[in-house]
């Protein structure tokens, strides 16, 4: 049995590229709710104070008007492109129709939801004052917010219990981003490419428009790519993390897998 106080490295690492603005916020508002989820799971009160900055940050990011409005489309959207597939041979029924009812309780979800995305945070006068002091560089001390200070000093099993409750909330956006995020990662067929020393460069086609990059790239290389693209080109530099090359171009070839992903 593997030494469980030995954990081995990942044999590869990868980074992703959101080309358009939408992808952008999706992503990121994956990131926060991943990162409230372990957060909020923890029973210090250093992490449950962390777990509301990032519900405070999915809040502000998730404010725009149309990004419900949005996800419903593109889940009727997909909706409509996966349901005839039911009747090809070569699709795995077995898949397709977890995927379909996965779709449909995610537009529900949506669609029972009231309100604009983070209402029940704005509403509670006592969760946004302490949004205003978290912007503010040491803001959040006892003698700041002795509520809060209350708060963090109380019973961590009630703790949680309040940051589930501020969490479900957001759960229909993120089921629905989650659903889009996964198929669109999953349409992209990842190629063999070669960074010559640390440089590569594409030009786009329509063939190669996408709203996703995926970079597979070996883990132990102490290099990490910088990604530029538009509707004309791509152009990806690896960039040194260690020593006297750090922050310049890696100057070696670098072997890397590269998709382009689109819904």
């Known amino acids: 049995m593997p030494d469980r106080d030995h954990v081995c490295p990942p044999a590869v690492i990868r980074y992703e590229h959101p080309l358009n603005e939408r992808i952008r916020t999706l992503m990121r508002l994956e990131d926060l709710y991943h990162r409230a989820h372990f957060f909020a799971a923890q029973s210090e009160a250093p992490d449950h104070h962390a777990a509301l900055a990032v519900l405070f940050e999915i809040t502000d990011v998730a404010a725009r008007a149309d990004l419900k409005t949005e996800l419903l489309q593109e889940l009727e959207r997909q909706k409509q492109l996966l349901a005839p597939l039911r009747s090809n041979p070569a699709i795995e029924t077995r898949v397709l129709e977890p995927l379909l009812a996965d779709i449909d309780r995610a537009s529900a979800a949506l669609l029972a939801q009231s309100g604009k995305v983070g209402v029940h945070l704005r509403d509670n006068e006592w969760l946004m004052t302490i949004k205003q002091r978290t912007a503010i560089p ?126």
Request: with cysteine; proline share 6%; aromatic share 12%.
């Open 138 to 263: 040491g803001g959040v001390c006892e003698f700041d917010l002795p509520g809060y200070h209350y708060w963090l000093h109380g019973d961590p099993a009630a703790r949680r219990s309040d940051l589930q409750g501020w969490i479900e909330p957001f759960l229909p956006i993120y089921d629905a981003l989650a659903i889009i995020l996964r198929l669109l990662r999953d349409n992209g067929r990842a190629t063999r490419q070669t960074a010559y020393r640390g440089a590569f460069q594409l030009m786009l086609t329509t063939s190669k428009v996408a709203q996703l990059l995926r970079l597979t790239v070996p883990h132990d290389l102490p290099c990490v790519p910088e990604i530029s693209a538009n509707k004309y080109a791509l152009n990806i530099r690896f960039i040194g993390v260690t020593g006297m090359d750090r922050g310049a171009v890696y100057d070696h070839d670098v072997e890397f897998e590269l998709a382009f992903c689109n819904l």
